[in-house]
């Protein structure tokens, strides 16, 4: 399984960005999905998940209600809608998916495979 993660960048607070996660070697929807972040000097934590079927989602509360994690299963990318965003959110974001069916979903341990990151930078 091969992740690659896009979408990141310059933005000022109240903006948005688009994260989108590329799968390649099995489809998005047969695993959850996950995003997790690292701002400097902090350790890598969690951000959002999906299940399998979709039907579940998962966000850490710093997020929830501004950020929202969504896949397109014809293009096997995952996406991670981030708005009203601020200085805090600044990170290098990940996104992440696990070889179990079963997992804690916010746990960064339940994750193997890894996608290389993209920064976001939310500036005042």
């Known amino acids: 399984v091969q992740l690659q993660a896009s979408g990141g960048g310059l933005v000022q607070a109240g903006g948005s960005l688009r994260l989108s996660c590329a799968a390649s070697?099995?489809?998005?929807?047969?695993?959850?999905m996950g995003w997790f972040r690292q701002a400097p000097g902090k350790e890598r934590e969690f951000v959002a998940a999906?299940?399998?079927?979709?039907?579940?989602?998962y966000y850490t509360d710093h997020v929830r209600g501004r950020f929202t994690i969504s896949r397109d299963d014809t293009k096997n990318i995952v996406y991670l809608q981030t708005n009203k965003l601020k200085p805090e959110d600044t990170a290098v974001y990940y996104c992440?998916?696990?070889?179990?069916?079963?997992?804690?979903?916010?746990?960064?341990?339940?994750?193997?495979?890894w996608g290389q990151g993209t920064q976001v930078t939310v500036s005042s």
């Open positions: 992440a998916a696990p070889r179990k069916l079963t997992i804690e979903p916010m746990s960064s341990l339940s994750y193997d495979y």
């Open positions: 070697g099995r489809p998005v929807s047969s695993y959850f």
């Open positions: 999906i299940s399998r079927s979709g039907s579940s989602e």
